[in-house]
């Protein structure tokens, strides 16, 4: 069987730290390994427009954004290929017939759903389109013959219920889906990275990102405003580094060969935290070092993302290459799917077949 990654994004703004650590490294690695046959990363357009039907432009102007940093990170377009979702209208029809093997009880016990109605405000007026992400999701896997699906952990009731999907189209109309498994951060500090003002989770709607594309003034602003231990006044009084943001992104970025060059006073993160813990290590020493490391990971991104938006057209020629080849791909699937369900009723005369 071969191998296949299907994953992307909304492109409901610029990407963040937390796509990074999330999904996005992953990707680049998974990417380099060698041991996939096809790689397909997706921008979500049409999966953003179901609560932003209102502000189509706001989707519209991102799509360009989500490019730039996934060529950024190093999505490399020669080994990947990137599409827009809404250009593979197959994703669409795989969608609708989906939909009558999954119960509205079901999609209501998805707690990534549930999640975000409640963020969003939808609990008393849900957009249909919105209701049904779950489902879209996994015709968007589906339709690639994904494998495995690297994404964070917040995705992973997605997951399940596309297995749930494969699963039920399978044992109703033969063996035709194949079943995905998530792929997530090896890097536990990773599964879900805090905002900067300490929230559980990062997100571009509570304005408590660092964005890949931020310059490194702003970057620093940021850390050096992040939230820490709130009992950790003075700098000698002992500080607490368990759900601490600034040493949760130290695990997140850090790398032992920053220690020798930004702060020598230390062998290790052990270390660092150790003496956080017994007290007399003030909160701007650590937030210093955390802008240092910050600045050397995402340099190399932001350098390599201005590169690209020296040259758009070649970023649209590329999308527009791999939509194509998505749709290819997809238009397959599609076949595949309406043969087994027997709605092929133009092929070969089978509608005069019993």
């Not at 409901?12 to 992953?26: A, C, I």
């Not at 990947?80 to 029809?93: A, C």
């Not at 003496?275 to 007399?280: M, T, V």
């Not at 990971?297 to 791999?322: D, F, N, Q």
Request: aromatic share 8%; net charge negative; glycine share 6%.
């Amino acid at each position: 069987m071969k191998q296949i990654i299907l994953t992307g994004d909304r492109p409901t703004g610029r990407l963040h730290v937390g796509h990074y650590v999330g999904s996005l490294k992953e990707r680049v690695e998974l990417q380099e390994s060698g041991l996939y046959d096809e790689i397909y990363i997706m921008i979500a357009d049409a999966q953003a427009l179901t609560d932003n039907a209102e502000h189509p432009e706001k989707v519209r102007q991102n799509i360009m954004n989500v490019a730039l940093d996934y060529l950024g990170v190093g999505i490399d377009p020669e080994k990947s290929t990137i599409f827009i979702q809404s250009m593979v209208p197959e994703l669409t029809e795989l969608t609708f017939y989906y939909m009558n093997l999954v119960t509205v009880s079901r999609v209501q016990r998805n707690p990534t759903v549930k999640s975000e109605i409640q963020q969003r405000g939808f609990e008393t007026s849900i957009p249909v389109g919105f209701f049904c992400y779950p489902i879209s999701q996994a015709a968007d896997i589906t339709a690639f013959h994904a494998t495995k699906v690297p994404v964070g952990e917040d995705q992973l009731p997605m997951l399940e219920q596309c297995k749930e999907i494969v699963a039920k189209f399978n044992s109703v109309y033969g063996e035709t889906l194949t079943e995905p498994d998530i792929v997530l951060p090896g890097n536990k500090a990773c599964l879900r990275l805090p905002g900067i003002d300490g929230k559980a989770k990062m997100s571009k709607s509570l304005g408590n990102c660092i964005y890949l594309s931020d310059e490194p003034e702003e970057i620093k602003k940021k850390i050096m405003s992040m939230y820490t231990d709130p009992n950790h006044i003075r700098v000698e009084d002992p500080g607490t580094v368990e759900g601490n943001p600034v040493f949760t992104y130290l695990d997140a970025f850090c790398r032992p060969e920053y220690f020798e060059e930004f702060l020598p006073d230390y062998k290790s993160l052990d270390e660092l935290k150790d003496h956080y813990r017994r007290g007399g290590l003030g909160d701007v020493k650590i937030k210093k070092f955390l802008n240092n490391v910050m600045q050397e990971e995402l340099r190399p991104i932001r350098e390599r993302r201005k590169s690209w938006e020296a040259r758009l057209p070649e970023v649209y020629e590329l999308l527009k290459a791999g939509s194509e080849k998505a749709e290819r791909k997809a238009a397959e699937t599609l076949k595949e799917v309406k043969h087994a369900m027997r709605i092929d009723y133009f092929d070969d005369g089978n509608l005069l077949k019993s």
